[in-house]
Structure formats: C-alpha cells, structure tokens
C-alpha cells in the first residue's frame, strides 16, 4: 500500500461518487435530488435517532435538510468529507460518511445512521467495510478512525466487528441535548487491515 496514492493533480485525496457493497445494497454520494427522500426518512426516525444522533434539532424542515447536503457537498468539494446515502435496491435506508479527511495526516473519520427497521441486519458493518477497502486500497489513506458513545451498543459492535482497536475512552465528547456524553475511540490502519 502506497503511503502517497493522490487522487487530483493538486495531490488531495477524494472519495470515488458512488460505491458498490453488495448486488442489493451502494452508496451513492448525498445530492439535492435525495432531499426529499432523505428528510421523510429523518421524520419516520426522529425518535430513534435522537436517542444517540445530536443534530436532530438542526434538521426540521425540508430547507434544514437541504442546508445539510449543501454543506456536505462544500466539505467534498474542499475535499474535507465524503457523505453518502446508503441504498437499498434504489430507496435510501441510511447515511455513512467521512465526517473529515485529515489530507496532511492520510487520516479519517466515519459517521453513520440507518433507519430503524434494518437494524441489526449487518448494513452498517458492511457499508463500513466497503468504505475502509475504498479508503486504504483506493486512496492511500491510513488511519481510519470511528467514535462511538461508550453506551451505544450497536455502534460500538461495528468498530468491533470491523476488528478496529480500541484506543481509549474521549472525555465528553459530545453534547446531546444538554448532557455531555464520553465515547470510545476506535481506529484501524492500512497495514493492520490488510493483515485481518
Ligand atoms: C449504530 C447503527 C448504525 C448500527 O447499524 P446496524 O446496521 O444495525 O449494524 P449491524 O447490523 O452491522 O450490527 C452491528 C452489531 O450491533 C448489534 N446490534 C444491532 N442493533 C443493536 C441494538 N439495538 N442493541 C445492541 N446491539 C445491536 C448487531 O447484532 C451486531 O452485533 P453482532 O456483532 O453481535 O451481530 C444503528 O443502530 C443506528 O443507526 N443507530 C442510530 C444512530 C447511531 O447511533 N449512529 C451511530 C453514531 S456513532
């Protein structure tokens, strides 16, 4: 694996638009086409998600929705993040994403969701998979890192599952609605994964 793999002329790393995960299930790069179909799915799990996401507050019409993917599609554009909505046969079930591309330092950092009713059906750990291949074999990136709050069981098991090494706990690491919430660090690098 190539320590400098650069993907532009100006050597910057940037995601590929569109991943295949398996015949049924891509990820395709968030787009003002997805608005609609995007915010109906935050609405029918606003509950859910607002257990463990923080910026449910911040999405409540269709024009805060449409301000999420304008600043999605800025950070790609300064080639800061890559935000995808996963597919399923077509329809969105969720979102996964490089919340921020450390071009310096060839490092990342995942963030995902997925709509209640494909929970637990191995989606995200798939997803996640695919884009840790994309990440190190593609781009040359080489620290791949994934927080996760101590007491959010299911994304914890992703980073596990993924064979990530837990690398400490993160003081308060977030704020959700009015209580500092601390988080597991978890990363994986280039060679570790190609050696699993
Ligand atoms: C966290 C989340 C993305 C996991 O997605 P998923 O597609 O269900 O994940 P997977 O199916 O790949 O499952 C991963 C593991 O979590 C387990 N799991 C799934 N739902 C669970 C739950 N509610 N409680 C405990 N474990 C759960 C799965 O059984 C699997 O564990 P296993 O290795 O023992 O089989 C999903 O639950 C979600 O979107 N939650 C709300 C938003 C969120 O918390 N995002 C992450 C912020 S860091």
């Known amino acids: 694996m190539s320590p400098s793999k650069p993907q532009r002329s100006n050597g910057l790393i940037r995601p590929v638009p569109s991943l295949k995960v398996t ?16 915010f109906a799915l935050v609405e029918i799990n606003r509950i859910y ?11 409540k019409t269709l024009n805060d929705q449409i301000s999420y993917i304008s600043n999605c599609l800025s950070e790609y554009d300064r080639y800061t993040g ?17 919340n921020w591309i450390d071009q310096q330092n060839r490092g990342c950092g995942i963030g995902y969701w997925i709509s209640e009713e494909y929970m ?26 994934l927080e996760a709050a101590v007491d959010n069981t299911a994304s914890c098991k992703v980073a596990e599952r993924l064979g990530m090494r837990l690398e400490g706990v993160i003081k308060d690491r977030e704020l959700l609605y009015g209580s500092y919430v601390d988080a ?11 050696q699993k």
């Not at 015949?23 to 995007?38: N, Y």
């Not at 798939?126 to 620290?143: K, N, P, V, Y």
Request: glycine share 10%.
């Open 49 to 59: 998600l607002r257990k463990t996401l923080p910026w449910l507050d911040t999405v």
């Open 82 to 98: 890559a935000m995808y909505a996963i597919r399923q046969d077509g329809r969105i079930i969720g979102i996964i994403g490089l």
């Open 120 to 145: 637990g059906g191995g989606v995200i750990t798939q997803s996640c998979s695919r884009m840790i291949d994309h990440c190190f074999s593609d781009l040359g990136l080489h620290r791949f890192v």
């Open 184 to 194: 597991n660090l978890y990363s994986i690098t280039g060679p570790e994964w190609v």
């Open 23 to 38: 015949s049924a299930l891509s990820l395709s790069l968030i787009s003002f086409s997805d608005a609609e179909e995007l």
